[in-house]
Each structure stands twice: as C-alpha cells, then as structure tokens.
C-alpha cells in the first residue's frame, strides 16, 4: 500500500471505462476517495463509485464550461484534489488511412482526446496554483509516438498529449512550485473488456504483436500500477 495515497483527493476521468475503472479501483485500494468522472457511462461510474466509496459525476469535458463546473464542484465538496488522471478520451474504432478520414471524425478524435486534455489539465493545475501541490499524469499512448496506421487522428492527438503538452506543462509546473508535478504514461494496446467485446481475435493480435519486441499486450492493471507510482 501506497501510505502517500491515503486519504488523498483523486479525481479520475474517464473513471468508468476499461482502463479507467481499473485506474479508480486501485487508486481506492490505497486509501485514496477516488472521483469517478463519466460523460456516458452513467450505470458503470455509479457502481463503481459504490464498490470503491467513492463518487460519480458527469460531465463532458470537451466542453470547457462543464469542465470549469466540474473542478469547481468537486473542490467545493472536498477542499481539494491532490491527483488527477486525465484519462478520458476516445479511440475511433474504425481502420481507415489519413485520405479517407473525414474532417468530421478528425475533429471528433482531436476534442475527445487533446481538448479534454488540455480542458482537464488547465483546471487542476489552476487550483495547483492556489494550493501549491498536486500530481498531473496524462494518458497517452504508444500511437502518439510510433504512429498506428489507419489511426493518424488519434496518433496525431496523442503524439501532442504526450509531447509538446506535456513538455509546457512540467514548465508551467515548475512556476508553481516544487510541490507540483506532471507526469504522462504512454501505454501500447491494451486489452481491457471493451476491446475484448468490440473482437479482438487471434490474428488482430499477432498484427498488433507483430512489431513489438516483447509480444505481449498490456492489461490495465499494468497502467494502473504506473499511474500509482
């Protein structure tokens, strides 16, 4: 057990997806009262939340005036958040090289990716500001720094996540104080129930596999564990 966890604020978005939900639970195994974010997954988050005691709440993060509510909100009732795990974002499921996305999906992967990182990001380190402490850690992704074919969108979207965001932000960081950090974790595939039920089979995954030198998927326990330390 994490003792610099106990007691702590954690707010996770995304918190009731595959890996988020993994992500929510561990963080309440170290006696963290853990804020599960949703923006669809209403019944998920609400369950979860019960499991773990912690709580659900709704908004949609693209949108950067529920974000502003959202953070105000949680602070109100708790006093703070000591960690966030920006995790929330959206994979398109469909394969389809760069000349065949359309302008609609590319937007649609760029908001539901970078602009929920940087609506979630310019919150909490907001209140950072004001509480001189606080730990930041942005999910990225193994895309956004090799690239994943048929996926340039959501490439493109983690590839600035995970580097010229994340870069600014440790600087911006270092302004506020030591006491401030910000952290990013770029995990590869990993298998969580969604992917499972949306088909991932045998040959997808000697695919995906097949130009990793360790042939093996992640679970979101390992994520998990990263985002712990």
């Known amino acids: 057990m994490n003792s610099e966890l106990d007691e702590k604020i954690v707010l996770v978005t995304g918190g009731a997806g595959g890996i988020g939900s993994v992500i929510s639970k561990s963080f309440a195994e170290q006696g963290a009262k853990v804020i599960v974010h ?23 993060l693209t949108d950067p005036e529920q974000s502003r509510l959202l ?55 907001k209140h950072a500001t004001e ?12 895309a956004g720094i090799y690239g994943e074919a048929g996926h340039a969108d959501y490439a493109a979207a983690k590839g600035a996540i995970t580097s010229g965001l994340l ?8 302004q506020i104080g030591n006491g401030v950090r910000v ?28 130009t990793m030198s360790l042939k093996k998927l992640a679970k979101p326990e390992d994520v998990a ?5």
């Open 183 to 210: 952290n990013a974790i770029a995990p590869g595939w990993t298998v969580s129930q969604k992917r499972i039920d949306e088909g991932l089979d045998q040959k997808r995954v000697e695919r995906i596999t097949s």
């Open 167 to 174: 870069r600014t932000l440790k600087n911006d960081a270092a």
């Open 71 to 125: 953070f105000n909100h949680i602070i109100r009732e708790e006093g703070r958040i000591d960690v966030c795990i920006a995790n929330a974002g959206k994979y398109p499921k469909d394969y389809a090289p760069l000349w065949e996305i359309e302008s609609e999906r590319w937007n649609n992967t760029i908001s539901t990716n970078l602009s929920i990182a940087y609506n979630t990001s310019r919150h909490f380190l």
């Open 38 to 60: 949703y923006n669809s997954s209403k019944e998920n988050a609400e369950m979860i939340a019960k499991e773990i005691k912690g709580i659900a709440i709704y908004a949609d």
């Open 131 to 142: 509480t001189k402490k606080g730990s930041l850690v942005l999910i990225g992704s193994t």
């Open 225 to 229: 564990n990263s985002a712990i330390m």
